[in-house]
């Protein structure tokens, strides 16, 4: 069974800071891993992803993530965020056995506010 | 870019009574999924379906459960007689063969009364 925490349900900063999310994963398998971001009322959004290769992966709106296979980890960074960014960001995991299911699991959500 | 698109945006009903949540999936996807999230919480998986069948579903899948594609493009998910606990968005997706991950239509948020 595999599980995530996001170890920070709330990150508020201010505008322009550097932010990063943090995202621990628990597989017994080699995983795929993901994050998403929902706006309010909205669905969910692909920010990036990691399948395989370079472990820093860049993704959209200016976030990236590092994934560490030895603390089997994926924190989300950006540099500089902005108010635009305000919304809750979701970690995901799926493992790499294929076949028919790719099924994910998602962390608890970390809302990210930021002020002006 | 292709979407997934998910109707109705929201659905109110009543207790006891029967829904059925639509998705049309991308075109050329193969694998496609139920996940709900209910308010505050995570979002749970509740069943994959490929090939014209459940390939894994959770333990909240119960047999009030249902998924079908009846057409070759809808997806639907059908809820046979609602709780109040069903009060949720309920999101599907899509992912295409050879797996880059999915794509999730933007839910439908199911209010039960």
């Known amino acids: 069974a595999q599980s995530v925490t996001q170890l920070d349900s709330q990150v508020p900063v201010f505008e322009e800071a550097p932010v990063e999310l943090r995202c621990n994963y628990s597989s017994s398998v080699s995983v795929y891993l993901f994050w998403y971001v929902q706006y309010p009322n909205q669905g969910l959004q692909l920010l990036l992803k990691?399948?395989?290769?370079?472990?820093l992966v860049k993704g959209i709106n200016g976030f990236e993530a590092e994934f560490n296979k030895s603390q089997t980890s994926f924190h989300l960074r950006k540099p500089s965020v902005h108010i635009s960014d305000t919304a809750e960001y979701f970690c995901?995991?799926?493992?790499?056995?294929?076949?028919?299911?790719?099924?994910?699991?998602f962390g608890k959500g970390t809302l990210l506010t930021v002020n002006p | 870019e292709p979407e997934v698109t998910q109707t109705p945006s929201h659905q109110v009903t009543q207790m006891g009574q029967e829904v059925i949540l639509r998705c049309v999936p991308i075109?050329?996807?193969?694998?496609f999924y139920w996940y709900r999230q209910i308010l505050g919480q995570k979002v749970e998986f509740l069943v994959s379906f490929y090939n014209n069948e459940i390939s894994e579903k959770s333990e909240i899948f119960d047999d009030q459960f249902s998924v079908e594609r009846p057409d070759g493009s809808n997806f639907t998910l059908k809820i046979r007689s609602t709780k109040l606990e069903d009060s949720a968005m309920y999101f599907c997706a899509s992912s295409e063969v050879g797996y880059s991950g999915y794509t999730f239509g933007s839910g439908t948020r199911l209010t039960v009364v």
């Open positions: 990691y399948l395989s290769g370079s472990t």
């Open positions: 995901a995991v799926s493992d790499k056995k294929g076949g028919s299911n790719y099924k994910l699991t």
């Open positions: 075109s050329n996807h193969l694998y």
